[in-house]
């Protein structure tokens, strides 16, 4: 098994500030050079940063080379993308994501799922397509097909007006879609 911590700079955050920025990835392997400007995570991956955790066959991590120190410490812009591929399954934001790949562009906070059976399931809801674009800034969310396969989708209302409905809607961010 291998750990790998990417932590913000130590002289400019606490401690706590350190924690809660981690990424902690676990993996059978790893494939680093600087060279490449990317760390390769190979077998049973397991990645998680707050609360969304990403399970993948393999991971990788491309850094911004111009934010990579000397003594190995990065700052959590120094990630450029993270892409996932084989068996990908994200939990984040109250949703499931599954798809054969997954590629977040940590800048623009685009996360772009696809292959054929890609799926987000989110409480009762859920999209299904061959391509799954996510903005996780704005929430907004396109969904595309094959020529082998329409997009899906599975929306349950929310009942508006019983006041046991109107408080879940307060306490939880649960759906896709608002109706």
């Given at each position: ?13 606490t ?19 600087i060279e ?49 591929d ?43 397509g ?21 997009v ?28």
């Amino acid at each position: 098994m291998v750990i790998i911590v990417f932590a913000d700079d130590i002289t400019l955050k606490t401690n706590k500030e350190i924690e809660n920025n981690k990424i902690h990835i676990s993996a059978d392997k790893l494939i680093s050079s600087i060279e490449t400007g990317y760390i390769e995570f190979v077998g049973n991956i397991r990645a998680t940063q707050k609360n969304t955790v990403i399970n993948a066959d393999k991971l990788k991590v491309f850094l911004k080379m111009e934010r990579y120190n000397n003594k190995g410490i990065t700052d959590k812009d120094s990630i450029q993308k993270i892409v996932a591929d084989g068996n990908v399954k994200i939990w984040f934001d109250n949703r499931i994501a599954t798809a054969e790949q997954a590629v977040y562009h940590t800048q623009t906070g685009i996360l772009v799922l696809s292959g054929a059976n890609s799926k987000v399931i989110s409480g009762n809801d859920s999209i299904a397509g061959a391509k799954i674009t996510l903005s996780r800034k704005n929430g907004r969310i396109q969904v595309e097909s094959s020529d082998a396969k329409r997009v899906e989708a599975i929306i349950y209302p929310k009942e508006r007006g019983k006041a046991e409905n109107r408080q879940k809607e307060n306490d939880s961010n649960t759906h896709l879609f608002e109706f």
